[in-house]
Protein backbone atom coordinates (compact mmCIF):
# COMPACT_ATOMS: atom_id res chain seq x y z
CA UNK A 1 0.00 0.00 0.00
CA UNK A 2 1.63 3.12 -1.05
CA UNK A 3 1.51 5.90 2.31
CA UNK A 4 0.16 8.69 0.20
CA UNK A 5 -2.91 7.49 -2.21
CA UNK A 6 -5.27 9.62 -4.52
CA UNK A 7 -7.94 8.78 -6.88
CA UNK A 8 -5.91 9.56 -10.31
CA UNK A 9 -8.86 10.45 -12.35
CA UNK A 10 -9.07 11.90 -14.85
CA UNK A 11 -11.92 14.34 -13.52
CA UNK A 12 -13.77 15.73 -16.41
CA UNK A 13 -16.00 18.71 -14.99
CA UNK A 14 -17.75 22.14 -16.51
CA UNK A 15 -16.99 25.29 -16.18
CA UNK A 16 -19.00 26.58 -12.91
CA UNK A 17 -18.98 22.80 -11.44
CA UNK A 18 -17.86 21.97 -8.26
CA UNK A 19 -15.06 19.01 -7.63
CA UNK A 20 -13.79 17.51 -4.49
CA UNK A 21 -10.69 15.30 -4.78
CA UNK A 22 -9.61 13.11 -1.22
CA UNK A 23 -5.83 11.84 -0.42
CA UNK A 24 -5.59 9.28 2.29
CA UNK A 25 -2.24 8.80 3.82
CA UNK A 26 -1.24 5.62 5.96
CA UNK A 27 1.23 7.36 8.37
CA UNK A 28 -0.24 8.46 11.38
CA UNK A 29 2.66 10.14 12.67
CA UNK A 30 2.37 12.50 9.64
CA UNK A 31 2.84 16.49 10.97
CA UNK A 32 1.95 18.49 8.35
CA UNK A 33 -0.33 18.15 4.87
CA UNK A 34 0.04 20.76 1.59
CA UNK A 35 -1.66 20.61 -1.97
CA UNK A 36 0.31 21.18 -4.71
CA UNK A 37 -0.54 22.41 -8.26
CA UNK A 38 1.23 20.61 -11.66
CA UNK A 39 0.62 22.33 -15.08
CA UNK A 40 1.49 19.97 -17.71
CA UNK A 41 5.49 19.90 -17.95
CA UNK A 42 5.95 22.57 -15.15
CA UNK A 43 6.79 21.91 -12.19
CA UNK A 44 4.51 22.08 -8.69
CA UNK A 45 3.88 25.06 -7.18
CA UNK A 46 2.44 25.59 -3.70
CA UNK A 47 -1.34 25.68 -3.56
CA UNK A 48 -1.82 25.55 0.41
CA UNK A 49 -1.44 24.14 3.63
CA UNK A 50 -3.68 22.37 4.82
CA UNK A 51 -5.09 22.68 8.70
CA UNK A 52 -6.77 20.43 11.01
CA UNK A 53 -9.36 23.49 11.49
CA UNK A 54 -10.04 23.79 7.14
CA UNK A 55 -8.44 26.38 4.99
CA UNK A 56 -9.80 28.64 2.68
CA UNK A 57 -8.33 30.48 0.01
CA UNK A 58 -11.09 31.81 -2.54
CA UNK A 59 -12.45 29.24 -4.30
CA UNK A 60 -10.19 25.94 -2.73
CA UNK A 61 -10.90 24.99 0.48
CA UNK A 62 -8.77 22.47 2.29
CA UNK A 63 -9.45 20.43 4.80
CA UNK A 64 -7.56 17.29 7.61
CA UNK A 65 -9.32 14.79 9.11
CA UNK A 66 -6.44 12.99 11.39
CA UNK A 67 -8.70 10.65 13.10
CA UNK A 68 -9.49 9.15 9.41
CA UNK A 69 -6.21 9.75 7.91
CA UNK A 70 -7.08 11.95 5.00
CA UNK A 71 -7.18 15.18 3.30
CA UNK A 72 -9.18 16.80 0.92
CA UNK A 73 -9.24 19.76 -1.79
CA UNK A 74 -12.82 21.31 -2.67
CA UNK A 75 -12.79 23.64 -5.56
CA UNK A 76 -15.35 25.79 -6.14
CA UNK A 77 -17.02 27.56 -9.67
CA UNK A 78 -14.37 25.38 -11.18
CA UNK A 79 -12.27 27.79 -14.45
CA UNK A 80 -10.51 26.53 -17.21
CA UNK A 81 -7.55 27.62 -15.50
CA UNK A 82 -8.14 24.88 -12.67
CA UNK A 83 -7.19 22.53 -15.50
CA UNK A 84 -3.81 20.34 -13.74
CA UNK A 85 -2.82 17.78 -11.72
CA UNK A 86 -3.09 18.44 -8.14
CA UNK A 87 -0.93 16.51 -5.74
CA UNK A 88 -1.01 15.90 -2.15
CA UNK A 89 1.92 16.16 0.31
CA UNK A 90 2.60 14.47 3.45
CA UNK A 91 5.28 15.66 5.83
CA UNK A 92 7.17 13.98 8.63
CA UNK A 93 9.65 15.74 10.91
CA UNK A 94 13.03 13.88 10.68
CA UNK A 95 14.50 12.94 14.09
CA UNK A 96 17.83 13.53 13.63
CA UNK A 97 17.35 17.29 11.04
CA UNK A 98 15.06 20.08 10.69
CA UNK A 99 14.42 18.75 7.45
CA UNK A 100 10.63 17.61 6.87
CA UNK A 101 10.13 14.47 4.67
CA UNK A 102 7.83 14.82 1.99
CA UNK A 103 5.87 12.45 0.80
CA UNK A 104 3.67 13.10 -2.75
CA UNK A 105 1.02 11.33 -3.75
CA UNK A 106 0.93 10.57 -7.37
CA UNK A 107 -1.96 12.89 -8.45
CA UNK A 108 -5.44 13.49 -9.48
CA UNK A 109 -5.58 15.17 -12.98
CA UNK A 110 -8.28 17.61 -13.80
CA UNK A 111 -9.91 18.74 -16.74
CA UNK A 112 -11.99 21.70 -16.99
CA UNK A 113 -14.69 22.15 -19.94
CA UNK A 114 -16.14 25.15 -21.18
CA UNK B 1 9.34 35.26 -4.35
CA UNK B 2 11.48 32.25 -3.84
CA UNK B 3 13.63 31.29 -6.95
CA UNK B 4 14.84 27.97 -7.52
CA UNK B 5 16.97 27.63 -10.27
CA UNK B 6 18.33 24.48 -12.02
CA UNK B 7 21.69 25.11 -14.50
CA UNK B 8 20.05 23.40 -17.62
CA UNK B 9 16.11 22.62 -18.88
CA UNK B 10 16.90 20.08 -21.16
CA UNK B 11 20.10 17.66 -21.30
CA UNK B 12 21.63 14.51 -23.19
CA UNK B 13 24.09 12.65 -22.36
CA UNK B 14 25.72 9.21 -23.13
CA UNK B 15 25.69 6.47 -20.78
CA UNK B 16 28.26 6.01 -18.79
CA UNK B 17 29.03 9.85 -18.79
CA UNK B 18 28.97 11.80 -15.48
CA UNK B 19 26.41 14.45 -14.97
CA UNK B 20 26.33 17.24 -13.09
CA UNK B 21 22.95 18.80 -11.77
CA UNK B 22 22.94 21.81 -10.72
CA UNK B 23 20.23 23.88 -8.39
CA UNK B 24 20.61 26.91 -6.59
CA UNK B 25 18.13 29.06 -4.36
CA UNK B 26 17.83 32.87 -2.88
CA UNK B 27 15.80 32.20 0.14
CA UNK B 28 17.71 31.28 2.91
CA UNK B 29 16.44 28.22 2.50
CA UNK B 30 17.77 25.40 4.89
CA UNK B 31 17.02 22.22 3.14
CA UNK B 32 17.12 21.13 -0.25
CA UNK B 33 15.94 18.26 -2.37
CA UNK B 34 16.48 16.28 -5.62
CA UNK B 35 13.56 14.48 -6.41
CA UNK B 36 12.77 12.86 -9.86
CA UNK B 37 9.10 12.57 -11.69
CA UNK B 38 8.43 9.43 -13.87
CA UNK B 39 5.02 8.68 -15.59
CA UNK B 40 3.23 6.33 -13.42
CA UNK B 41 5.70 6.56 -10.32
CA UNK B 42 5.14 10.30 -9.33
CA UNK B 43 7.63 12.39 -7.53
CA UNK B 44 10.31 10.68 -5.81
CA UNK B 45 13.19 11.66 -3.61
CA UNK B 46 16.75 11.11 -4.66
CA UNK B 47 18.19 13.31 -1.58
CA UNK B 48 17.87 15.99 0.56
CA UNK B 49 19.92 18.19 2.68
CA UNK B 50 18.72 20.22 5.65
CA UNK B 51 22.62 21.94 6.23
CA UNK B 52 25.55 22.49 4.37
CA UNK B 53 27.69 19.50 4.02
CA UNK B 54 24.80 17.31 5.16
CA UNK B 55 22.80 15.06 3.24
CA UNK B 56 20.29 12.55 3.69
CA UNK B 57 19.35 9.71 1.31
CA UNK B 58 15.86 9.90 0.09
CA UNK B 59 13.89 6.84 -1.55
CA UNK B 60 16.11 5.93 -4.43
CA UNK B 61 19.40 6.94 -3.82
CA UNK B 62 21.12 4.54 -6.03
CA UNK B 63 23.54 5.67 -8.57
CA UNK B 64 23.51 9.52 -7.47
CA UNK B 65 25.12 10.94 -5.05
CA UNK B 66 24.78 15.15 -4.41
CA UNK B 67 26.82 17.90 -2.93
CA UNK B 68 25.91 20.99 -1.00
CA UNK B 69 29.05 23.23 -0.20
CA UNK B 70 27.15 26.52 -0.09
CA UNK B 71 24.07 27.08 1.60
CA UNK B 72 22.31 28.54 -1.80
CA UNK B 73 23.70 25.28 -4.22
CA UNK B 74 22.82 21.58 -4.20
CA UNK B 75 24.26 19.71 -6.56
CA UNK B 76 22.92 16.33 -8.05
CA UNK B 77 25.04 13.81 -9.50
CA UNK B 78 25.12 10.65 -11.59
CA UNK B 79 28.39 9.15 -11.09
CA UNK B 80 28.03 6.96 -14.57
CA UNK B 81 24.87 7.89 -16.29
CA UNK B 82 22.30 4.65 -17.25
CA UNK B 83 19.57 5.07 -19.81
CA UNK B 84 17.41 4.31 -16.50
CA UNK B 85 18.04 7.59 -15.42
CA UNK B 86 16.41 9.48 -18.46
CA UNK B 87 13.79 11.48 -16.19
CA UNK B 88 12.64 14.56 -15.50
CA UNK B 89 14.66 16.17 -12.31
CA UNK B 90 13.13 18.37 -9.95
CA UNK B 91 15.13 20.19 -7.21
CA UNK B 92 13.46 22.16 -4.37
CA UNK B 93 14.22 23.75 -1.12
CA UNK B 94 12.20 24.83 2.19
CA UNK B 95 12.96 27.22 5.06
CA UNK B 96 13.13 24.91 7.81
CA UNK B 97 12.55 24.76 11.05
CA UNK B 98 8.57 24.03 11.15
CA UNK B 99 8.56 25.22 7.60
CA UNK B 100 8.27 22.16 5.64
CA UNK B 101 6.43 23.60 2.07
CA UNK B 102 8.88 23.12 -0.22
CA UNK B 103 9.45 25.61 -3.35
CA UNK B 104 10.47 24.24 -7.04
CA UNK B 105 13.10 24.88 -9.37
CA UNK B 106 11.51 24.14 -13.61
CA UNK B 107 13.12 20.91 -13.51
CA UNK B 108 15.53 19.49 -16.15
CA UNK B 109 14.68 16.86 -18.62
CA UNK B 110 17.65 14.27 -18.85
CA UNK B 111 17.89 12.06 -21.29
CA UNK B 112 20.77 9.17 -21.42
CA UNK B 113 20.80 7.36 -24.62
Known amino acids: RKEVEQDPGPFNVPEGATVAFNCTYS??????FFWYRQDCRKEPKLLMSVYSSGNEDGRFTAQLNRASQYISLLIRDSKLSDSATYLC???????????????FGDGTTLTVKP | DVKVTQSSRYLVKRTGEKVFLECVQD?????MFWYRQDPGLGLRLIYF???????EKGDIPEGYSVSREKKERFSLILESASTNQTSMYLCASSPGGRSYEQYFGPGTRLTVT
Open chain 2, 27 to 31: MDHEN
Open chain 1, 27 to 32: NSASQS
Open chain 2, 49 to 55: SYDVKMK
Open chain 1, 89 to 103: VVNMRCYNTNAGKST
